[in-house]
């Protein structure tokens, strides 16, 4: 029997193997010449090879070393089950292998890879596109082509400010590779050789997109008989006929010990200049991100990255303004005379007198009121404005920062075509009926059928937000009752209120986090209960679902505290009760405090537990996978092994959940916590790093989806932004102490003198024991006092000017901040010309590429152009004179 040797995935020859043995003598295994073979089933051809062997090859190609894979399609089968030719139809060997034929109609070629283990045989096909493949689905999914490259434009606010101040920009790295801008238009076969680069065949078509045309395949082709809707790789793995489906890697993502940037990857330029803990101050590299993983998760991080960089002004106003309170902290008035009024102020018990509830004097609190301070003070109103417009610009100026992403991306006029019937909703459709738009009979489900499911769903999201308020109704009774035997002790009286609300928040956040997991799931149940036709339908009502319920889950307790607390106790004699207990009463500090308690617990809490679950889940399901198909560490696998290991991606939905409802906290109740931005500041730092991660370590590579901005959730920020001006207007005039001390200050004395004694009314006769005094705008029989009416008014006028005003500079912003910039309009009327003169089948046009492509030959590629010259000034210099020509030309 004749030996070959591979090393490095390669075929020796053997008179050539002493040259190599040296050098990769550690990596070289003996196979015979029968471990390649053909396997031929069901009249499909594929190449197959046993992987159980030694190698270093990390590279994505198949064996002959030309194609290169564009997708991996893994089965595992028991190994004690024969492969047997004659199928039973209707099995998961049959449904599987006429798959593959279909795949092989469409023009895929494949490759077959075995991997033995001690109880099952794992399966790699490897899927390639041919020339032919790729160019008739770049037309009929409309990708965009290239005509012209120009100049990248990198350049962004910080940088221009930096430059204007002549500080050199720290956050600026050159990262290698920087892919070229181009002008383009929608692919167009007819039209070929009017593309740039359209001579080199292996090349012309990214990895990216490559990886969406055999996605695209795999969606549309049938394994069964269509009218049942026996479609796609999507429901084969739900079936279980496949159990994963994925483009790969470009190699692996650790970095050699000596290297240049050059050199490497571009997974590993990724992880060296952007996934690494110690790039957390440079620019994320955009461009590298989107020709990697595609425009959808582009956008996210383009997102994400603007969104902190916005949160800096946010945060650092927000740091002054705490420290403006420390430093007037001793300043304060009230807070003065609480502390050194020994026992001028003999309290009303804050529960009933026959439990054991004692009177206790106001200067017990001192500390307490001292450090409410912090939170409320004049400069709260004034960063509460200053946040509410922060919101609207921010909004407004990532639309147009989305609308250069979207352009120089190629996705500003994308639109989402005739979407297909979900895999699930096809195979559970009752009936069929013609399409209005493709007249195709398709699955069908009757609306008179889904709508007692959307009723159902809609009456889940009514309980589980009902169970949300009992547990709120639980969490505020523990309260009350923690607080009781706090109260009765005189060491712990002083810090009672602030140790009740503290163990309140951490044991609500725990509830709240435990709800929303539970919810998730049940939420994804529901929606796939519903039978939504399409991907989109069926995203925007998850969404819609887990976003309303996760809104009264993290918010419901916050909103009790700000809006409700304190405000319908009653007074002495005449007590509100709930369940037999006393409604609570805020602190003399006001509830303002423990709004900043309770928000500061649940936001840094849940940042805290996300970042865990993040960092170690994947880690977690990773190694449990590793475990279950047995990997073999002592060997070193291929690439398709390798990223098989991975986790699975999950996609984008729970990161942008996650920061939505960030955004929420930092402008719903940001009068109460001006550090909440901070926090938020610092907690996207890292989880960019995490995210990037994540993305490049630790899952396989998504299919690189397109997307023309971040979707539902703008619109869901926006109306967030709006709750924030009528929350924080409300916070302020009914929370806050700012209007009742202005009040005071309009009518009695500007530096608040005897505020605290005004505030205290004094319990009615007969009612308590001993004369005792409570916190309330009351005369002596109960009843409310003329300064509480002309207050309430205040209060109103208040809600009603701060709305209309922050309202209205909203708007103005909206009209002053264009959605897309006029250098971007321009442009884009540009490109549209020379489109228009490429298709045209216009001589003009191929002028000016000729010119700008003279110099080099017809092998040259965009790379050689890059490497040639990359600041790109040579060719954007070329554009302009050519654009000029073809005015002369057309006045001519």
């Given at each position: 029997m004749s030996e070959k040797y591979t090393i490095n995935g390669r075929s020796v020859p053997l008179g050539d193997y002493g040259s190599v043995k040296r050098k990769h003598e550690d990596k070289i295994r003996i196979l015979p010449d029968d471990d390649t073979s053909v396997l031929t089933e069901d009249g499909i051809q594929l190449e197959s090879r046993s992987s159980n062997r030694l190698s270093s090859d990390k590279d994505n190609y198949f064996r002959d070393g030309t194609r290169k894979v564009d997708f991996i399609l893994v089965f595992e089968e028991d190994i004690d089950k024969p492969r047997t030719l004659q199928t039973q139809k209707g099995s998961s060997d049959h449904k599987r292998y006429k798959f593959l034929e279909n795949l092989r109609k469409a023009g895929l070629q494949m490759e077959e890879e075995n991997v033995h283990?001690?109880?099952?045989?794992?399966?790699?096909?490897?899927?390639?596109?041919?020339?032919?493949?790729?160019?008739?689905?770049?037309?009929?999914?409309?990708?965009?082509?290239?005509?012209?490259?120009?100049?990248?434009?990198?350049?962004?606010?910080?940088?221009?400010?930096?430059?204007?101040?002549?500080?050199?920009?720290?956050?600026?790295?050159?990262?290698?590779?920087?892919?070229?801008?181009?002008?383009?238009?929608?692919?167009?076969?007819?039209?070929?050789?009017?593309?740039?680069?359209?001579?080199?065949?292996?090349?012309?078509?990214?990895?990216?997109?490559?990886?969406?045309?055999?996605?695209?395949?795999?969606?549309?082709?049938?394994?069964?008989?269509?009218?049942?809707?026996?479609?796609?790789?999507?429901?084969?793995?739900?079936?279980?006929?496949?159990?994963?489906?994925?483009?790969?890697?470009?190699?692996?993502?650790?970095?050699?010990?000596?290297?240049?940037?050059?050199?490497?990857?571009?997974?590993?330029?990724?992880?060296?200049?952007?996934?690494?803990?110690?790039?957390?101050?440079?620019?994320?590299?955009?461009?590298?991100?989107?020709?990697?993983?595609?425009?959808?998760?582009?956008?996210?991080?383009?997102?994400?990255?603007?969104?902190?960089?916005?949160?800096?002004?946010?945060?650092?106003?927000?740091v002054v303004v705490f420290l403006y309170g420390v430093?007037?902290?001793?300043?304060?008035?009230?807070?003065?005379?609480?502390?050194?009024?020994?026992?001028?102020?003999?309290?009303?018990?804050?529960?009933?007198?026959?439990?054991?509830?004692?009177?206790?004097?106001?200067?017990?609190?001192?500390?307490?009121?001292?450090?409410?301070?912090?939170?409320?003070?004049?400069?709260?109103?004034?960063?509460?404005?200053?946040?509410?417009?922060?919101?609207?610009?921010?909004?407004?100026?990532?639309?147009?920062?989305?609308?250069?992403?979207?352009?120089?991306?190629?996705?500003?006029?994308?639109?989402?075509?005739?979407?297909?019937?979900?895999?699930?909703?096809?195979?559970?459709?009752?009936?069929?009926?013609?399409?209005?738009?493709?007249?195709?009979?398709?699955?069908?489900?009757?609306?008179?059928?889904?709508?007692?499911?959307?009723?159902?769903?809609?009456?889940?999201?009514?309980?589980?937000?009902?169970?949300?308020?009992?547990?709120?109704?639980?969490?505020?009774?523990?309260?009350?009752?923690?607080?009781?035997?706090?109260?009765?002790?005189?060491?712990?009286?002083?810090?009672?209120?602030?140790?009740?609300?503290?163990?309140?928040?951490?044991?609500?956040?725990?509830?709240?986090?435990?709800?929303?997991?539970?919810?998730?799931?049940?939420?994804?149940?529901?929606?796939?209960?519903?039978?939504?036709?399409?991907?989109?339908?069926?995203?925007?009502?998850?969404?819609?679902?887990?976003?309303?319920?996760?809104?009264?889950?993290?918010?419901?307790?916050?909103?009790?505290?700000?809006?409700?607390?304190?405000?319908?106790?009653?007074?002495?004699?005449?007590?509100?009760?709930?369940?037999?207990?006393?409604?609570?009463?805020?602190?003399?500090?006001?509830?303002?405090?423990?709004?900043?308690?309770?928000?500061?617990?649940?936001?840094?809490?849940?940042?805290?537990?996300?970042?865990?679950?993040?960092?170690?889940?994947?880690?977690?399901?990773?190694?449990?996978?590793?475990?279950?198909?047995?990997a073999d560490k002592s060997r070193v696998k291929a690439r398709w092994e390798e990223d098989y290991e991975l986790i699975p991606n999950e996609g984008l939905f729970a990161e942008y959940l996650e920061m939505v409802l960030q955004f929420g906290f930092i402008t719903i109740f940001v009068a109460a916590f001006p550090l909440a931005p901070l926090f938020a500041l610092l907690n996207n730092w890292m989880e960019i790093r995490i995210d990037a991660q994540k993305f490049v370590c630790e899952t396989r590579r998504p299919v690189a989806d397109r997307a023309q901005d971040i979707g539902v959730w703008f619109t869901i920020m926006d109306a967030l932004a709006h709750i924030a001006v009528i929350s924080n207007a409300f916070l302020i005039a009914f929370t806050s102490e700012f209007l009742p001390r202005l009040l005071y200050q309009y009518e009695y004395d500007w530096n608040l003198h005897g505020y605290i004694n005004y505030t205290l009314a004094v319990a009615p006769n007969g009612t308590l024991n001993e004369t005792c005094r409570y916190k309330a705008f009351r005369d002596d029989e109960g009843n409310y006092t003329l300064f509480f009416w002309h207050l309430l008014a205040i209060r109103l006028s208040f809600v009603i000017v701060f709305e209309h005003v922050v309202f209205g500079v909203c708007r103005l912003i909206d009209i002053l901040v264009p959605d897309v910039p006029e250098s971007l309009s321009l442009k884009i009327k540009r490109e549209h010309y020379l489109a228009k003169q490429a298709l045209a089948d216009t001589d003009t046009i191929m002028k000016v590429i000729g010119e700008e492509w003279s110099d080099y030959d017809s092998d040259t590629t965009v790379e050689d152009v890059n490497e040639e010259d990359n600041t790109g000034e040579h060719v954007g210099e070329n554009i302009a004179r050519g654009e000029d020509d073809i005015a002369m030309d057309n006045g001519r």
């Open positions: 283990l001690e109880k099952k045989q794992i399966t790699y096909l490897k899927l390639y596109a041919p020339w032919d493949v790729c160019v008739f689905y770049a037309e009929d999914l409309c990708m965009r082509a290239p005509l012209q490259a120009h100049p990248n434009p990198r350049s962004n606010w910080s940088d221009k400010i930096l430059s204007f101040l002549h500080i050199p920009n720290v956050l600026h790295e050159e990262i290698p590779h920087q892919p070229l801008d181009y002008y383009t238009c929608a692919f167009k076969k007819s039209k070929l050789s009017r593309f740039l680069g359209s001579s080199n065949h292996e090349t012309y078509f990214t990895t990216t997109q490559r990886s969406r045309i055999v996605w695209e395949i795999l969606t549309t082709a049938a394994y069964g008989k269509r009218k049942r809707a026996e479609i796609g790789i999507e429901r084969l793995i739900e079936e279980g006929v496949y159990t994963a489906a994925f483009p790969l890697h470009e190699g692996p993502f650790e970095l050699p010990k000596h290297f240049e940037p050059e050199d490497l990857n571009p997974r590993q330029t990724l992880y060296n200049s952007w996934a690494r803990w110690g790039k957390w101050s440079k620019y994320q590299p955009l461009d590298h991100i989107r020709e990697y993983f595609g425009e959808k998760i582009g956008i996210y991080f383009a997102w994400l990255g603007f969104y902190t960089a916005w949160l800096f002004p946010a945060a650092f106003v927000g430093f007037t902290m001793g300043n304060n008035t009230p807070a003065n005379e609480v502390c050194y009024s020994n026992q001028t102020y003999k309290m009303c018990p804050l529960c009933d007198v026959d439990i054991g509830c004692p009177y206790w004097y106001l200067s017990d609190v001192c500390m307490y009121i001292r450090v409410a301070y912090l939170f409320d003070h004049p400069a709260t109103v004034f960063y509460s404005v200053f946040v509410s417009f922060w919101a609207v610009t921010f909004l407004e100026y990532w639309k147009r920062k989305n609308a250069s992403l979207a352009h120089h991306w190629d996705v500003s006029d994308y639109e989402e075509e005739e979407e297909r019937p979900r895999p699930e909703y096809a195979a559970k459709a009752p009936t069929y009926e013609e399409n209005p738009i493709t007249r195709v009979k398709e699955p069908f489900f009757p609306p008179r059928k889904r709508l007692p499911r959307i009723l159902s769903g809609i009456a889940v999201i009514i309980i589980m937000m009902s169970l949300v308020v009992i547990f709120i109704v639980a969490v505020i009774m523990y309260r009350v009752l923690v607080s009781i035997p706090l109260f009765q002790n005189p060491s712990t009286r002083p810090r009672a209120q602030m140790i009740a609300s503290m163990s309140a928040a951490i044991v609500n956040l725990i509830l709240i986090m435990a709800l929303g997991r539970v919810y998730e799931k049940l939420a994804l149940r529901m929606t796939q209960w519903e039978m939504h036709r399409t991907q989109t339908e069926f995203e925007d009502q998850l969404t819609f679902k887990v976003f309303i319920f996760q809104f009264v889950n993290f918010y419901s307790s916050i909103i009790y505290i700000a809006f409700f607390k304190g405000k319908f106790t009653g007074y002495p004699g005449k007590y509100t009760t709930f369940f037999g207990l006393r409604s609570e009463e805020c602190n003399n500090g006001g509830c303002l405090i423990e709004l900043a308690q309770q928000l500061a617990v649940i936001m840094i809490g849940k940042q805290m537990i996300n970042n865990a679950q993040e960092i170690l889940v994947p880690k977690i399901k990773a190694f449990i996978h590793r475990m279950r198909i047995k």
